[in-house]
């Protein structure tokens, strides 16, 4: 009897990652290609759609092989993506720009001069505050700069699009991306035309708004060979990699909260309600024509680690970096991590904040800096879902998905620091295993999305230690403290 067998193709910054799930969520193969990263400029962060595009047919190809994919065996194929990439295209979707990624923040100086009250009420109508990594402030900068490929440009578009207008022919783009640009209406489902005027371009020059469930056919054969699929297999559109990392993990009932951490890190909830913060901390993204997503995200979470290891010239494995924070107590001895090295996101919103030490002393060695980076990400994350607590209520339940959730000591440091339950899927690609699913919705054989929960391999729930939940509460405390004077100086 053939195997059912579906592909959640996850199009990150980092890497894009191919990977082959049985109909039940467990994990039957998988690949991974890595993405390149340019630095023009300071602040500037670029990557090269056509190689990204190159990557993903390798990865598919990859993946498909490791699976021993049979003829009938695979039913769909479904997209996940990173947000706010914008590429600037000519009239036969050729690139003219590299991809802006959401870490570029050569917009700051557009950010800065917003006022208080265009930027409250552009928020409050799109969900999406304020900030360089958004498109909308890079088509402002492109705008005022006089950027060349700005100019000449036919159409604008993420790096997503431009993969599924070489593989289809089509210029599509899915609530929840199209709500990352900042130029979405999340209640109208549609473009924000004062915010296109803003920006100098039309609504004709951005793609096609459509759900998530949306089904891409006619595949180029060309393409298609390469991947080693058949070119009538559908893929679904999908959506962004936070909607679909709550979706892969389970968190998608009221007061079920998803943490995610890898290069970078979110905290998000799925609700029914478009919900904005008075003070702007969170984001409030579309998923499907009636749920949001809502959360906050950071620049700052495997990336701060991996900035710590290159420093200290660390040559072993990233599983034994991390061991050394096992050596150190909870609240490493009096040092604090401030976890701004890459400007910052939630909860600050503020590209020009930087990374700060703070109570270094001499008895300090490697593994307390370890320590301290670690518990700086946590309290970061803490403190977002502190402000997405104030509009979507206490969270009930905890799921953690990542790459940082291989890391048992920080799963045990997370539960301590929010001082409750954690929940990890055994399966750790949560947004492919989301894509994949919303594939099979699509395509009739899945029911619901709801209908998840029943096929998601959860391990045993990490229970925090109340002893150190104590002191973290402490330790938090004078953390908040640093926050509040360090971030009043950028």
């Known amino acids: 009897m053939p195997r059912e067998l579906v592909i959640g193709l996850d199009i990150g910054t980092t890497s894009v990652k191919a990977c082959v799930f049985n109909i039940h969520g467990k994990l039957i193969a998988e690949a991974e290609e890595m993405n390149a990263f340019h630095y023009p400029q300071q602040g500037w962060v670029e990557q090269d759609t056509a190689a990204i595009e190159r990557s993903a047919v390798t990865a598919i190809r990859e993946a498909v092989r490791k ?11 479904g997209f996940s993506s990173a947000m706010h990439s914008l590429v600037a295209v000519d009239e036969q979707v050729k690139p003219l720009s590299p991809a802006l990624i959401w870490a570029d ?65 089509e210029r599509m783009i899915d609530y929840s991306m199209a709500s990352a640009t900042g130029l979405f209406n999340p209640s109208s489902l549609t473009w924000d035309r004062e915010l296109l005027d803003m920006t100098g371009i039309s609504e004709v020059q951005l793609s096609k708004l459509v759900p998530p469930t949306t089904i891409l056919r006619g595949m180029s054969s060309e393409i298609a060979a390469e991947m080693g699929i058949q070119g009538e297999i559908p893929f679904v559109i999908g959506a962004a990699d936070g909607q679909l990392a709550n979706l892969g993990i389970g968190a998608i009932l009221p007061g079920e909260v998803a943490v995610s951490v890898g290069t970078s890190g979110a905290i998000r909830q799925l609700t029914s309600h478009i919900k904005v913060s008075e003070n702007q901390e969170t984001f409030c993204y579309s998923f499907t024509q009636d749920t949001v997503i809502i959360g906050g995200p950071t620049n700052n979470g495997g990336i701060a680690l991996q900035w710590l290891k290159d420093l200290f010239q660390d040559q072993g494995g990233f599983t034994e970096f991390l061991k050394a924070a096992e050596q150190v107590e909870p609240g490493s001895e009096g040092l604090f991590f401030l976890p701004y090295i890459n400007g910052e996101r939630a909860p600050i919103w503020n590209q020009r904040a930087r990374g700060n030490f703070h109570g270094i002393a001499i008895t300090h060695k490697k593994e307390h800096f370890v320590r301290a980076v670690l518990e700086g990400i946590t309290f970061n994350l803490y403190q977002i879902g502190k402000a997405l607590e104030a509009i979507a209520g206490e969270p009930k339940k905890i799921y953690v998905n990542g790459g940082l959730s291989r890391s048992a000591c920080w799963l045990q440091m997370m539960a301590d620091v929010f001082d409750a339950e954690i929940y990890v899927s055994e399966n750790h690609h949560s947004a492919a295993w989301g894509a994949a699913w919303t594939a099979l919705v699509a395509t009739g054989k899945a029911s619901s999305f709801e209908e998840i929960k029943r096929n998601i391999p959860m391990g045993e729930a990490i229970k925090p230690d109340a002893e150190n939940s104590r002191r973290y509460k402490q330790v938090y405390e004078q953390y908040e403290k640093a926050v509040k004077a360090i971030t009043g100086l950028f």
Not at 67 to 77: P, R
């Open 67 to 77: 699976a021993d994919i049979g003829k009938d065996e695979l039913i769909s194929l």
């Open 105 to 169: 923040g050569r917009s700051a100086e557009q950010a800065d001069r917003m006022t208080n009250k265009a930027k409250s009420d552009i928020y409050a109508r799109t969900g999406t505050p304020i900030h360089p990594m958004t498109p909308f402030m890079k088509l402002l900068w492109m705008k005022e700069t006089g950027y060349e490929p700005y100019r000449e440009a036919a159409y604008f578009m993420s790096v997503k699009e431009y993969l599924i207008y070489r593989w289809f022919g």
